[in-house]
């Protein structure tokens, strides 16, 4: 492809009627082609950080990346220049992308070709463009002129993208715009992954956002609620004002009320001066309440009136003041069969479910799993000071068809597990450490149970009727897989490897109760 025939190509792509990130990835598709290279990638600038939107080549876990500037000498330095860059296959500088080339054999790049260009949008810096090559000697002058010249059709898609979703979140009257991976510049806390289930959350989240209605976020232990209940401050109106952060399962019942609604001086031993509580501290912000089910009956009763009325009263004081606090909650535990319990009060829990928004588990969203596996990979790399770390093919698919009871918190403990455990086994901090699939210490799926085929021997000469068939065989197993979790709808769905909802669906769709 020449110079003119990439520029209408290029061209072309920008004038399609595209989704932004589809746009995108036509435009590295294209330039991969026509320089006949293994990569190409599109990172966003964000603070410190380098992010890809875009890329063609690399492993999947690559996009889950957050490649930190400072550690990254040839991405800091493509950004440090205004031309495009080309690095000598013999150079020194470690090649971020070492280990996470597609067509790499075992991952490794013993030398290759990279070169690259910083991207500018009304006169900011953006983010860049690489390009990295197998083969020695498939970048040249040539080849950094035409890149230099294809950047400008560049840094046009991605304006194009910038004024369509600024055009979307006018007309939806959205305070920002809609992201897959919603990210803030502002802590770093990021929400990873492009699943359906992920991002019909995050529409969700973004909806409620925008109201004052108290939300109650339901999910199993480490599915990062902390990260939605933050999320959610940052999406709402009071986002410039505290976000404040309470662990009710750490609070002592003795020191409860006095930690959350401040108490009076001489209100008990030791309380020698007025001091305010976490709600007076979250006035006008938010206050996130994890583990709400732990909380002591004394509070919840309390709490209760600062949800009817904004008003708290501090320990050892008869006055009550208004507090302008919006309360987020979560929990891992069934709140309704606490009630029932007598461990959690039931108008506590209306007032707190106004917006009950569960938490999808990881084994729900599993196309998410390399992506948040490459970014727990990228903050070990950094961590052990390695020059690359990576997933054997194996290794990423066990990830992937495991259950994750932990979810999110599991899957990164094992990732930093497995690292350390590759360089107690003897990989060099120089070298390019793959992880396989023993260092995970993940138990093995089972094994699907075996189907007879003798059960669907065709009797001879007869008609089968296979639609009815084929639903008597789906009744049959969902039977016995409820039957084989003791008719846990939640377990029986994981035995048959579908979603929960799904299983609901098709079960009452073929009359299984």
């Known amino acids: 492809m020449h110079d003119e025939s990439l520029l209408s190509t290029l061209v072309a792509d920008l004038v399609t009627d595209l989704p932004a990130v589809v746009r995108l990835q036509k435009v590295v598709s294209t330039l991969r082609q026509h320089f006949a290279c293994g990569a190409v990638v599109l990172l966003k600038q964000e603070q410190d950080i380098l992010k890809p939107l875009a890329a063609t080549g690399l492993v999947r876990e690559a996009l889950g990346r957050r490649f930190i500037i400072a550690q990254h000498p040839r991405l800091a330095t493509i950004l440090a220049a205004r031309d495009s860059v080309r690095f000598e296959p013999d150079s020194t500088l470690p090649d971020p992308y070492d280990g996470l080339i597609e ?36 970048f040249d002058e040539q080849a950094k002129q035409a890149l230099q010249r294809a950047s400008l059709l560049v840094e046009a898609a991605i304006r194009i993208g910038q004024m369509e979703q600024n055009i979307r979140a006018l007309r939806n009257s959205r305070r920002d715009n809609e992201y897959a991976l919603a990210h803030s510049p502002d802590t770093g806390i990021e929400i990873i992954g492009n699943s359906p289930a992920l991002h019909s959350v995050l529409q969700e989240l973004d909806v409620v956002a925008g109201s004052d209605l108290p939300v109650l976020l339901l999910g199993e232990t480490g599915v990062g609620k902390e990260l939605f209940a933050r999320q959610l401050h940052r999406r709402s109106a009071r986002a410039e004002q505290p976000l404040v952060y309470v662990n009710c399962a750490a609070l002592p019942e003795s020191l409860a009320e006095s930690e959350l609604f401040g108490h009076t001086r ?4 030791g309380a020698t001066a007025e001091r305010g509580g976490r709600f007076d501290s979250a006035h006008n912000g938010t206050i996130f309440l994890d583990e709400v089910g732990e909380l002591p009956a004394s509070v919840q009763a309390k709490l209760l009136r600062v949800l009817q009325n904004g008003e708290i009263q501090r320990l050892g004081s008869d006055r009550s003041h208004v507090v302008n606090v919006r309360i987020v909650a979560a929990t891992n535990r069934d709140l309704k069969q606490q009630i029932k319990n007598g461990d959690f009060r039931a108008d506590l829990y209306h007032r707190l479910s106004v917006y009950p928004l569960p938490i999808p588990p990881l084994r729900e969203r599993r196309g998410d799993i390399s992506l948040l596996a490459g970014h727990f990979l990228e903050l070990n790399r950094a961590r052990l000071g390695l020059r690359s770390l990576r997933l054997s093919t194996e290794a990423e698919t066990m990830l992937t068809h495991y259950d994750w009871p932990g979810n999110v918190r599991e899957l990164e403990h094992t990732i930093s597990r497995a690292a350390i455990k590759a360089l107690s086994q003897g990989a060099q901090r120089n070298d390019i450490v793959s992880i396989d699939a023993s260092l995970l210490d993940l138990p093995m799926a089972p094994e699907a149970p075996a189907i007879s085929a003798q059960s669907f021997e065709l009797p001879a000469g007869k008609h089968i009727d296979m639609k009815a068939t084929l639903q008597q065989v789906q009744r049959q197993l969902i039977e016995q897989a409820l039957k084989q979790s ?9 035995i048959l490897d579908l979603d929960p909802s799904n299983l609901h669906k098709l079960a009452h769709k073929l009359g299984v109760k």
């Open 486 to 494: 003791d008719y846990k709808w939640a377990q029986a769905a994981r």
């Open 103 to 138: 067509a790499s054999p075992d991952g490794h790049l013993a030398v290759h070709d990279c070169m690259g260009i910083s991207l500018y949008i009304e006169g900011q810096c953006w983010g860049v463009l690489t390009l990295d090559a197998l083969q020695p000697g498939t």
């Open 266 to 269: 001489g209100a008990f031993s």
